[in-house]
């Protein structure tokens, strides 16, 4: 039987790496908010929508790190499953029986 990666990892290390997952994500949304407002405002100043562009750009890159923390860590994380993949791989080529 193949052991899972959570069987693999200590249950308070497994905890705290995805804590801090999630604490990464919280602080790239708030540097996400602070920048934005700043960049709405010169654009606003400006006379010119510009900052649309920055906002839909670094949202969608906001977005796509959002689903990678909290949608694909639900069960084994992402990194989780690539790493047993490659045990797993790992453990084929070196046991040929």
Known sequence: MNASP???MPLEQLARKRAGAKL???I???AYLL???LL???SV???RHWAVF???GWGL???VHGAVVFLLTGGAGLHERLVQQERERLTLQRDPW
Do not use: K, R
Request: net charge negative; charged share 5%.
């Open 61 to 63: 890159g906001l977005a």
């Open 35 to 37: 920048v934005n407002l």
């Open 40 to 42: 709405v405002a010169l």
């Open 45 to 47: 100043a400006s006379g």
């Open 54 to 56: 920055p906002l839909l």
């Open 6 to 8: 959570l069987q693999d």
């Open 28 to 30: 790239h949304a708030a």
């Open 24 to 26: 990464g994500w919280y």
